[in-house]
């Protein structure tokens, strides 16, 4: 069985879009079954409505439950990748950062 891993990132501007494809194309490249919250948006409901929240909330919440590990993107300080990389260490599970800039973004994330 293959590696389950989950790409915690934001996606909402161009730069940040290509580094979670690339990490996605270097990820599949090697065989490693991959939850991208990027491919799964709930389209069916209205983005941002509440009901699209709640079942986009639960999606990462399991993907994250149910991974062999999270690989977080974390150039900026975007909320979403702060909190699945927290919830991710309170499941006690392995969490590796990629980080493509020198300087430190957040004294809590190593």
């Known amino acids: 069985m293959s590696t389950y891993i989950y790409l915690a990132s934001g996606f909402f501007n161009e730069q940040q879009l290509k580094k979670v494809e690339i ?15 990027r491919e799964h948006q709930n389209e069916q409901f209205e983005f941002g409505s509440l009901e699209w929240r709640s079942v986009t ?36 599970k392995p969490i590796i950062i990629l980080q493509t800039i020198s300087e430190p973004v957040n004294i809590m994330i190593p």
């Open 23 to 37: 990490t996605e194309d270097i990820l599949r490249g090697k065989g490693i079954r991959l939850f991208t919250p």
């Open 57 to 92: 909330f639960d999606d990462d919440r399991v993907a994250i439950r149910y991974a062999d590990a999270v690989v977080a993107i974390y150039d900026e300080q975007g909320p979403g990748t702060v909190w699945e990389i927290g919830y991710t260490y309170s499941l006690e």
